[in-house]
C-alpha cells in the first residue's frame, strides 16, 4: 500500500515537473516572440503554488547568496515592489521587460512612453481573474472588466462634479479643523494614521454617501462614537477592522471564521458581517428615499449610493432594473475603500514628510499665510482657494507625496486570453504582446526613474543606512516650482507616462479630483494653524533602551526616514505602519 502511495507520489511529481517544462517552453518561445528582454523565473509570482509554498520557502531563499537570486527573487516579492524602487528595472537592464515562468508571462514596465499606450489601447483589459479580492460583497468596478466595468462607470461618474468638489472642499476644512485640535493632544502620534482615517472616511460618508454630519466626526475623532441600534460594531469600526483582516476575510469562510478560537478571526467574521448590514441598511434607505422623492425639489448633487441604488431599481417606464442587487452592495463598497484608504495613507505620508522637512514646511506654510491670509477658515471655498492652492507649495508637496508614496504602486492591465495578440511599440521597434500577458505599470519605479525624476543632490546617500533606497530622501517640492516662463501654472507638468499616481486614461481614478481637493483643503487647514515636528526620545517621554545615546533631531530624523521607508508596507494600498513620534503645536504668530 504504502509503495503504491509513493509510487503515485513520484508519478505526479514527474508528470507535474513535465507539465512545468512543457509550459515554461511554450512561454518562453511566445516570450521570445516579443522581441523584448526577459528573466526567467521558475514559478509565477500570481500564481497559486508560489503564494502557498512562500511561506516556507522564502526564508529559505533568501538565506541563498545574493549572487544567485537578485536579478529574480525580488520579482517575486509582489509587496516589496515599490520599496526597490527603479533597482529591479536597472538591474534587468531595461524599462520594459518580461518575466517568463511555467505559469505565465508578466510584463513589468515603468516606461513612460509604454505606460502610455497601455493606458490608451482600449483593446487592453483588468486581470479581473486576480482581482476578486475586492469583490467580498459583490462585484466592483475595479475588478470587472469591458461592458460591466464601464456600465458602473458611466453610472456612478455624474457624482465626481464641480457641485460635488465644492462641498468636499468646505466639508474638508470643517473636518479637517476637528483633526487639528485631536492632533494637538500629545499622545496623538501613535494613532496618526488611524485618525486621518477617521477623516477620510467620514468625507467619504458625507459627501459620497450623504450619511453623515460633523458631530459625528467629532464623536469618532473622540473615541465617544456607540454602535446605534442592534450594530454590535460602529461603521467605522467595521470598515476598520475588516480592512486590517481583508486577507483573512476573502481566504476563510465566514463560518469558519466565527467559530474560530481565535478572537481576531471572530472579531473579522463580525466586521464582515456588520459592514454588509451597513451597506445593505445604505441601499435600503436609499430605496426608500428615491420612491418617495418629489424629483424638481432635490437640487444636491446625488451620492454614490444614490446613483447605484436607482440603476437598480426598475425604470418609470417599467423597463427592467439595470444593476442587480449584489451589483449595487459591491460598488457602494468598493467606493467606500477606494475613496478613503487612498487618501489617509496620503495625508499621513505628507505630515512624516513634513515632520522630516521643516524649511519645506515653512515655505508652504508661508504660501498658505500669502493666499489665505486672515481670512478664517470657515470662509475658503473651492472658487477662490483650491486653484491657487494646488498652483503653490501646497500643490508642490502633495504632488511629491504623490511622487514617491505611491499608494497603489503598481497598475495591473492584461491582454485578453482570447484574441490577437496586441503590440507596444518602443523607439519605434514593435513589440506584439501574447494573449493572456499581465502587464504591470510600476508607478513606483516610474515616479523614480532617474531620467525623468533626477534625484536631490543631497540625497545621494553614501551610508547605507539600509539595503534599499529611502524615497523621503528624495522628497523635494522645490522641483515642482515652475520658476522661470511665464507659465499659465504655477506647478511643472510632467509629460505623458511620467507622473500616474491616479493612472490614466478610460480606468483612471474616477475620483482623482475628489481626492485632490480633499488632501488641497485638509493640508490648508492643518498647516495654516499648526505646525508638525518630530520629537526626540526625551520629548517623547517613555522608556528607551540602554546605550541609545544619541537624543539629537538628526537622531530622531533618522529614525523618521526609516519609519518611512522599513516601516512602510503595501498589501491593499501602501501606508506606514511604524510610529513616528511628532507634535503638532499652534504656529504663534510671532513666528510667521
Ligand atoms: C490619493 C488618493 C487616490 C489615489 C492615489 C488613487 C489612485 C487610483 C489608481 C492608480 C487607480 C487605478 C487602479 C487600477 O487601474 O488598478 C484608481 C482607481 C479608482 N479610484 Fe482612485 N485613487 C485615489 C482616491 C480615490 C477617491 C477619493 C475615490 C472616490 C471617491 C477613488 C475612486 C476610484 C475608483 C472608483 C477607481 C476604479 C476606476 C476603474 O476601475 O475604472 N479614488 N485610483
Ligand atoms: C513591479 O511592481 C510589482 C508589484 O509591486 C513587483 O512585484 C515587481 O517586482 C515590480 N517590478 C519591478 C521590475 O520592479
Ligand atoms: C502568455 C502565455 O502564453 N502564457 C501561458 C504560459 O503557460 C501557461 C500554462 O500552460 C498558460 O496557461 C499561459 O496562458
Not at 76 to 95: I, K, M, S, T, V
Not at 139 to 159: C, H, K, N, V
Not at 267 to 290: D, V
Request: glycine content about 6%; aromatic content about 8%; charged content about 20%.
Amino acid at each position: 500500500m504504502a509503495s503504491l502511495s509513493a509510487n503515485a507520489l513520484v508519478f505526479f511529481a514527474v508528470a507535474w515537473a513535465a507539465w512545468c517544462l512543457a509550459s515554461l517552453r511554450a512561454n518562453l518561445s511566445r516570450a521570445r516572440a516579443t522581441g523584448l528582454p526577459y528573466v526567467i523565473l521558475p514559478c509565477s509570482v500570481l500564481g497559486a503554488p508560489w503564494l502557498l509554498t512562500q511561506p516556507v520557502l522564502l526564508p529559505l531563499l533568501a538565506a541563498l547568496p545574493e549572487s544567485w537570486t537578485a536579478k529574480w527573487l525580488p520579482l517575486l516579492l509582489f509587496n516589496d515592489g515599490w520599496h526597490n524602487g527603479y533597482e529591479p528595472f536597472q538591474r534587468a537592464g531595461g524599462d520594459t521587460f518580461l518575466a517568463v515562468s511555467p505559469g505565465g508571462v508578466i510584463l513589468y514596465t515603468c516606461h513612460a512612453e509604454v505606460s502610455s499606450q497601455l493606458f490608451r489601447d482600449t483593446r487592453l483589459g483588468k486581470p479581473a481573474h486576480l482581482m476578486s479580492l475586492l469583490n467580498i460583497f459583490g462585484p466592483t468596478i475595479t475588478s470587472t472588466d469591458g461592458a460591466e466595468s464601464r456600465l458602473y462607470r458611466r453610472i456612478t461618474a455624474p457624482f465626481f462634479s464641480e457641485a460635488t468638489m465644492r462641498d468636499v472642499f468646505v466639508g474638508t476644512v470643517q473636518g479637517g479643523g476637528q483633526l487639528a485640535q485631536v492632533l494637538r493632544q500629545p499622545a496623538a502620534h501613535h494613532h496618526l494614521r488611524d485618525l486621518a482615517a477617521k477623516l477620510s472616511l467620514h468625507i467619504l460618508n458625507r459627501f459620497c454617501n450623504q450619511a453623515e454630519t460633523l458631530e459625528d466626526l467629532a464623536m469618532t475623532l473622540r473615541g465617544d462614537d456607540k454602535p446605534q441600534g442592534t450594530h454590535r460594531m460602529t461603521y467605522a469600526e467595521a470598515v476598520f477592522t475588516l480592512l486590517e483582516n481583508y486577507m483573512t476575510i476573502f481566504l476563510i469562510p465566514s463560518k469558519l471564521l466565527r467559530s474560530s478560537p481565535s478572537h481576531t478571526h471572530r472579531q473579522a467574521a463580525t466586521a464582515y458581517a456588520e459592514l454588509g448590514r451597513y451597506l445593505q441598511e445604505m441601499k435600503g434607505q436609499k430605496e426608500a428615499e428615491l420612491q418617495q422623492k418629489v424629483p424638481a425639489l432635490s437640487n444636491k448633487p446625488e451620492s454614490i449610493p444614490e446613483l447605484l441604488v436607482q440603476s437598480g431599481l426598475p425604470a418609470k417606464d417599467g423597463s427592467p432594473a439595470v444593476l442587480r442587487p449584489d451589483q449595487v452592495i459591491g460598488n457602494i463598497w468598493v467606493f467606500v475603500l477606494a475613496g478613503h484608504e487612498t487618501n489617509a495613507n496620503t495625508l499621513t505620508f505628507i505630515i512624516l514628510l513634513l515632520a522630516c522637512y521643516p524649511v519645506t514646511q515653512r515655505a508652504m506654510q508661508a504660501d498658505l499665510d500669502r493666499i489665505l491670509g486672515d481670512t478664517p477658515p470657515d470662509q475658503w471655498t473651492y472658487d477662490t482657494h483650491y486653484n491657487p492652492l494646488m498652483n503653490s507649495f501646497v500643490g508642490a508637496v502633495i504632488n511629491e507625496a504623490l511622487r514617491l508614496f505611491t499608494v497603489l504602486p503598481v497598475i495591473p492591465k492584461y491582454v485578453p486570453p482570447t484574441g490577437p495578440p496586441i503590440s507596444i511599440t518602443i523607439d519605434g521597434h514593435v513589440h506584439p504582446l501574447p494573449p493572456d500577458t499581465v502587464a504591470f505599470v510600476n508607478t513606483s519605479a516610474t515616479h523614480r526613474h532617474p531620467q525623468y525624476w533626477p534625484r536631490r543632490e543631497s540625497s545621494e546617500d553614501t551610508t547605507p543606512r539600509a539595503k534599499r533606497p529611502f524615497a523621503v530622501s528624495d522628497f523635494n517640492p522645490e522641483r515642482w516650482i515652475q520658476k522661470t516662463g511665464v507659465a499659465k501654472h504655477g506647478l511643472l507638468s510632467p509629460p505623458p507616462g511620467t507622473f500616474i499616481p491616479f493612472s490614466e486614461g478610460s480606468r483612471g481614478c474616477l475620483g482623482e479630483r475628489f481626492a485632490l481637493v480633499e488632501l488641497c483643503a485638509s493640508v490648508a487647514v492643518l498647516f495654516k494653524s499648526s505646525s508638525v515636528r518630530l520629537l526626540t526620545r526625551g520629548e517623547e517621554g517613555g522608556e528607551y533602551p540602554e546605550g541609545e545615546l544619541a537624543d539629537t533631531w538628526e537622531a530622531a530624523r533618522d529614525r523618521a526616514e526609516l519609519a518611512l521607508s522599513e516601516g512602510v508596507k503595501f498589501d491593499m494600498s501602501l501606508r506606514v505602519v511604524r510610529n513616528v513620534p511628532v507634535r503638532f503645536e499652534a504656529r504663534d504668530s510671532v513666528s510667521r
